[in-house]
Nanobody, 124 residues
Framework: QVLLVESGGGLVQTGGSLRLSCAAS????????MGWFRQAPGKEREFVAA????????TYASSVKGRFTISRDNAKNTLYLQMNSLRPEDTAVYYC?????????????????WGQGTQVTVSS
């Protein structure tokens, strides 16, 4: 069992920055590859970024590449998402998720555990 708790969301103006955190407890954090997803009202949950178990590999959605950075600190059992140059279309509830797979997945169904989400709102 893995418990994930996101924090760091909020309201920011276009062009601003936020850093999301996801604190993990339960199973050994480095046993999981981790991902960030987001869901806007009326839309399906979509992939944002993923990172391998020891942070060596990362992958990003094309819509955020170059603006967002995923990272993790296994000593602190924490996942991060640094979001820069934010746009109104980035407005969504952001979720962190954990997977036991040994490859980076962009599919929500391949993640076993999910946090409750944190709201990010970007004003124009």
């Amino acid at each position: 069992q893995v418990l994930l708790v996101e924090s760091g969301g909020g309201l920011v103006q276009t062009g601003g920055s936020l850093r999301l955190s996801c604190a993990a407890s339960g199973r050994t954090f480095s046993d999981s590859s981790m991902g960030w997803f987001r869901q806007a009202p009326g839309k399906e949950r979509e992939f944002v970024a993923a990172i391998s178990k020891f942070g060596i590999s990362t992958t990003y959605a094309s819509s955020v590449k170059g603006r967002f950075t995923i990272s993790r600190d296994n000593a602190k059992n924490t996942l991060y998402l640094q979001m820069n140059s934010l746009r109104p279309e980035d407005t969504a509830v952001y979720y962190c998720a954990a997977s036991s797979l040994n490859y980076l997945s962009t599919q929500p169904k391949e993640y076993d555990y999910w946090g409750q989400g944190t709201q990010v709102t970007v004003s124009s």
